[in-house]
């Protein structure tokens, strides 16, 4: 049996782990509503977007625009595939960093040239230790996601598509379905493909052709840069409010595994207390019965 | 909707639902001009520049100011997402006066085309901001 000394350091060093994983989950439980509040705000935004572009996709089979070139002409082997990877900025948040570098992993093994784009400190580093090349000057934070951000890289990859340096462009995210369910999403954003859109709305009277003011090309040149900067805000802000919801649950669960580890540790502190006293007894029983 | 004169209206910002309900009429901020809708509308996409927005619900004209942004327009709806929207009472004169300003002195300097785009857009947003508040 370890001594009782051992015993209460272990219990002192597991007090405070408790101490910092029960802080966390506090902060995180905030965030964590804040996020959710946001989440609710753009929510109708986001699946409204993506169902207007879907709709509008639908009902003009064949717009030639630059950003629906899927630049067949390129071969397979010269393409470059830009990733925007949103992981988390710190760590302690169960499986969350790990789900969306997984898919990151799997989805850049299948392209030839890559380009990452990590939003989030902990990827960062993590692709980086890994030796794999990033764009140093991507320099975003998954924290407190704001539509200026989301603007300002949905505008760097708008660029870097026109001007012929990415051919494709793809955006990992984690989706928040509900409290107990998060889904790791790997999300076309450019060139826009209407196969990607689910059909929203299955309505058969307006088969007509849908007719754009002033003309298709000034629409798209709005409406596309709108639309990847929605997509952008809106994956942000899933990410961020998944990424305090499995650290809250991660928290959670640790805190509740100090607590268990305290009780059994305080079982066994009381059990070597007990035995000591009782050995003392003895002994000093013992060495009275030997004086007489 | 029974009424056949009524279209259904949508207009969503990416932090609120801004107005989701029946509208007789409704005239929008189109790239070349003002643009009127009615029910039975042709199909239409179009982009919103920033602006001011009227629809009418039960005879009366609301008012709002809203970015840029881009409209479809359906026989029988009409959804508008855009950057942001606005009712006049919400708009801080002064707050609008200085954003103008601010836009205007970082046109005055050299930018990126980006920060061109943006100074231009935030002097259209105060532009319109302080042409309701007048």
């Known amino acids: ?62 717009i030639e625009h630059v950003f629906f070139d899927k630049r067949p002409e390129v071969p397979v082997e010269k393409r470059t595939t830009g990733f925007i990877v949103v992981t988390g900025d710190k760590g302690l948040a169960g499986a969350y960093n790990h789900n969306v570098i997984k898919l990151a992993e799997q989805k850049m093994k299948q392209c030839s040239n890559v380009k990452l784009f990590v939003v989030g400190q902990s990827g960062r580093t993590y692709f980086q230790e890994h030796g794999m090349e990033i764009d140093t000057e991507f320099l975003y934070t998954a924290q407190n996601p704001t539509v200026t951000r989301s603007r300002d890289i949905g505008e760097l990859m708008l660029d870097r598509f026109l001007e012929g340096s990415l051919d494709e462009v793809y955006l990992i995210f ?18 826009l493909d ?12 307006y088969r007509q052709r849908v007719s754009y003011v002033p003309s298709t090309k000034a629409v798209m040149n ?30 959670k669960s640790s805190s509740d595994n100090a607590r268990d580890m305290l009780q059994s540790l305080r ?16 002994e000093v029983v013992g060495g009275a019965q030997a004086a007489q | 909707m029974d009424n056949p004169k009524h279209f259904y209206l949508e207009i969503i910002t990416p932090t609120k639902q801004f107005y989701t309900g029946p509208a007789q009429a409704l005239i929008l901020p189109a790239v070349d001009g003002q643009m009127g809708v009615y029910a039975n509308h042709e199909p239409v996409v179009t ?11 039960d005879e009366d004209w609301q008012h709002v100011v809203v970015g840029a942004g881009f409209a479809e327009i359906k026989p029988d709806y009409a959804i508008l997402l855009v950057s942001t929207a606005e009712r006049p009472e919400e708009i801080d004169f002064n707050r609008a006066q200085e ?17 061109y785009y943006h100074s231009k857009a935030a002097l259209a947003r105060a532009m319109a901001r302080l042409k309701t508040r007048k």
């Open chain 2, 47 to 57: 982009a919103i520049e920033p602006g001011q927005l009227y629809y009418q619900v």
């Open chain 1, 267 to 282: 079982l066994s502190y009381n059990r070597a207390r007990q035995a000591a006293i009782t050995q003392e007894i003895t």
């Open chain 1, 1 to 62: 049996m370890a001594s009782m000394k051992e015993i209460r350091n272990h219990m002192k060093s597991v007090e405070q782990t408790l101490k910092i994983t029960n802080a966390m989950y506090l902060i995180s439980s905030a965030n964590l509503r804040k996020a959710r509040q946001q989440l609710n705000d753009v929510e109708p935004y986001f699946e409204k977007i993506e169902s207007t572009i879907s709709d509008i996709l639908y009902h003009s089979p064949e």
């Open chain 2, 99 to 115: 954003a103008k300003q601010r836009a205007e002195e970082r046109l005055r300097q050299k930018q990126s085309i980006h920060e």
């Open chain 1, 174 to 191: 984690t989706k928040m379905i509900d409290s107990f369910h998060m889904e790791t999403l790997c999300h076309k954003l450019l060139p």
């Open chain 1, 194 to 205: 209407p196969k990607v859109f689910k059909k929203y709305r299955e309505d058969t009277h």
């Open chain 1, 222 to 251: 709005r409406l596309v840069p709108g639309y990847v900067k929605g997509d952008i805000f809106g994956a942000l802000v899933e990410s961020y409010c998944s990424e305090q919801n499995s650290r809250m649950t991660a928290m």
